[in-house]
Nanobody, 125 residues
Framework: VQLVESGVGSVRTGDSLTLSCTAT????????MGWFRQVPGKEREGLAS???????KYSDSLKGRFTISQDHTGNSVYLQMHNLQSEDTAMYYC????????????????????WGVGTQVTVSS
């Protein structure tokens, strides 16, 4: 499975931005996909995840500003981000894994098998 992220890189404070992630290669009928971000010197942070049934989970720190969604094929996921702030500046990554058991943590990057190369988002005033 290959994951490719895309989205405009530089925005202004208060702007909105949507990132896309498309999975290609072998398919799995049920899977979990997630969005993460990382800034230099810090751990990768889980933002949101969505399973093949459309069940979404979010990090409490986002305060409702981000929304994860997927297309009808399930091969593309999106991250809508609103009211972007300077602290949202980071490298954003898409990740995927086979179905998650009840014991897995969708926000834990170690749970994921496949990763995109990331796309830089820079928020400036």
């Amino acid at each position: 499975v290959q994951l490719v992220e895309s989205g405009v890189g530089s925005v202004r404070t208060g702007d909105s931005l949507t990132l896309s992630c498309t999975a290609t290669g072998s398919e799995f009928n049920t899977r979990l996909m997630g969005w993460f971000r990382q800034v230099p010197g810090k751990e990768r942070e889980g933002l949101a995840s969505i399973d093949s049934f459309g069940t979404a989970k979010y990090s409490d720190s986002l305060k409702g500003r981000f929304t994860i969604s997927q297309d009808h094929t399930g091969n593309s996921v999106y991250l809508q981000m609103h009211n972007l702030q300077s602290e949202d500046t980071a490298m954003y990554y898409c990740a995927a894994r086979p179905p998650c058991s009840s014991r897995c943590l969708p926000s834990d990057p170690n749970e994921y098998n496949y990763w995109g190369v990331g796309t830089q988002v820079t928020v400036s005033s």
